[in-house]
T-cell receptor
Framework: EAGVTQSPTHLIKPRGQHATLRCSPI?????VYWYQQALGLGLQFLLW???????NRGNFPPRFSGRQFPNYSSELNVNALELEDSALYLC???????????FGQGTRLTVV | GQQLNQSPQSMFIQEGEDVSMNCTSS?????WLWYKQDPGEGPVLLIA?????ELTSNGRLTAQFGITRKDSFLNISASIPSDVGIYFC????????FGAGTRLTVKP
């Protein structure tokens, strides 16, 4: 069974542009979580999607947004990129809310 | 928001020693999870806890869900060099929040 897959693995974008990161959950999982992890730091909660709906978002500006598709895959969009957005972006999926979640390998976003 | 306080921040131990780390919160959680992360990788799930008071083992790892549902601990027995990494606790109460991590260094 395939795990959580994220694409692309690495992404380099100029400041001010837009980035789209994608996540495919484990088959059958309906909950998807997104996190930002700056170098050497912890996981900061960005967004939680469940059954196609945004259920909660962390303390990030509105230029961080996303969505969950009918097949439960998800994308994270970051507009007007800033240098401090450079980080590892991690996606996790779970069968449903409040159950064990599994992470992908992450997308390393570098803003130049 | 839901804050998780994880301690210690870092540990330097000798191979063969036991390790203990914990997480506390002012909020109640329905589920506690413990993860290990290696550099540049996604966190890997070690143990999941679903019931207050639950004690669960996975090899040399043992974790407990605190009876108040506001805390959890993770023990690693007889540490080995491959235990090196960052350990994170996570509490679930619909969404999932993480502690700041415990960086473990094991000296051979």
């Amino acid at each position: 069974e395939a795990g959580v897959t994220q694409s692309p693995t690495h992404l380099i974008k100029p400041r001010g542009q837009h980035a789209t990161l994608r996540c495919s959950p484990i088959s059958g999982h309906t909950s998807v979580y997104w996190y930002q992890q700056a170098l050497g730091l912890g996981l900061q909660f960005l967004l939680w999607y469940d059954e196609g709906e945004e259920r909660n978002r962390g303390n990030f500006p509105p230029r961080f947004s996303g969505r969950q598709f009918p097949n439960y895959s998800s994308e994270l969009n970051v507009n007007a990129l800033e240098l401090e957005d450079s980080a590892l972006y991690l996606c996790a999926s779970s069968l449903y809310a409040n159950t064990e979640a599994f992470f992908g390998q992450g997308t390393r976003l570098t803003v130049v | 928001g839901q804050q998780l306080n994880q301690s210690p921040q870092s540990m330097f131990i000798q191979e063969g020693e036991d390790v203990s780390m914990n997480c506390t919160s002012s909020s109640i959680f329905n589920t506690w999870l413990w993860y290990k992360q290696d550099p540049g990788e996604g966190p890997v799930l070690l143990i999941a806890l679903y019931k207050a008071g639950e004690l669960t083992s996975n090899g040399r790892l043992t974790a407990q869900f605190g009876i108040t549902r506001k805390d959890s601990f993770l023990n690693i027995s007889a540490s080995i060099p491959s235990d090196v990494g960052i350990y994170f606790c996570a509490g679930l109460n619909n969404d999932m929040r993480f502690g700041a991590g415990t960086r473990l260094t094991v000296k051979p």
